[in-house]
């Protein structure tokens, strides 16, 4: 299995392109999430999705758009770049907990460093 | 809304000294999970911890789960270089996300 795959690994972008960060999994996973984590900070949760066809909001989704035709793919869309997007992205995800109060381990792709100048 | 804060936010150590992280939530946890990112890589999972006053044991780390959940501990024994990276916690949201705290990260000294 390769696991979380996320491309570019690298990007730089001008202000006002748009440009969509691919994330795909192999691990026939339900849930999905895409985060961002400014320099020295956590991570911030952009959507997540439950399964196909399903998507929601996070912490911080002002800016992006997602989409999960497939349980394989959730695409994250960034609209008319800002500076204010300069980040790291993270795509996670997990199956379902096997139980109510057991919660999987999220699995990480690499990450994309975007720059927006 | 739910916020989990972890301190201290950097910790520098000499090599053999021990460490400790801690993470406190503002609302009781069902369970709590650990993550380690080293410099320039992605969070990889540590642990979960479940039961009230659970003590897990990973070698050199020590993961111990509040009476209360609602608060959580991470200590590593005689650190060594390999240790050095940024130590999250993050507890889960009924909707199926997880609230990840700031993370502390360690410098090891040799």
């Known amino acids: 299995n390769a696991g979380v795959t996320q491309t570019p690994k690298f990007r730089i972008l001008k202000i006002g392109q748009s440009m969509t960060l691919q994330c795909t999994q192999d691990m026939n996973h339900n849930y999905m999430y895409w985060y961002r984590q400014d320099p020295g900070m956590g991570l911030k949760l952009i959507y997540y999705s439950v399964g196909a066809g399903i998507t929601d909001k996070g912490e911080v989704p002002n800016g992006y758009n997602v989409s999960r035709s497939t349980t394989e793919d959730f695409p994250l869309r960034l609209e008319l770049a800002a500076p204010s997007q300069t980040s790291v992205y993270f795509c996670?995800?997990?199956?379902?907990?096997?139980?109510?109060?057991?919660?999987?381990?999220?699995?990480f792709g690499p990450g994309t460093r975007l720059t927006v100048l | 809304g739910q916020q989990v804060m972890q301190i201290p936010q950097y910790q520098h150590v000499q090599e053999g000294e021990d460490f400790t992280t801690y993470c406190n939530s503002s609302?009781?946890?069902?369970?709590i999970q650990w993550y380690k990112q080293r410099p320039g890589g992605h969070p990889v999972f540590l642990i979960q911890?479940?039961?009230?006053?659970e003590v897990k044991k990973q070698k050199r780390l020590t993961f111990q789960f509040g009476e209360a959940k609602k608060n959580s501990s991470l200590h590593i024994t005689a650190t060594q270089t390999t240790d050095v990276g940024t130590y999250f916690c993050?507890?889960?949201?009924?909707?199926?996300?997880?609230?990840f705290g700031q993370g502390t990260t360690l410098q090891v000294k040799p």
């Open positions: 609302t009781t946890l069902s369970n």
């Open positions: 993050a507890g889960p949201r009924n909707t199926g996300k997880l609230i």
């Open positions: 996670a995800s997990r199956t379902s907990g096997r139980a109510a109060h057991y919660y999987n381990e999220q699995f």
């Open positions: 911890l479940v039961k009230s006053g």
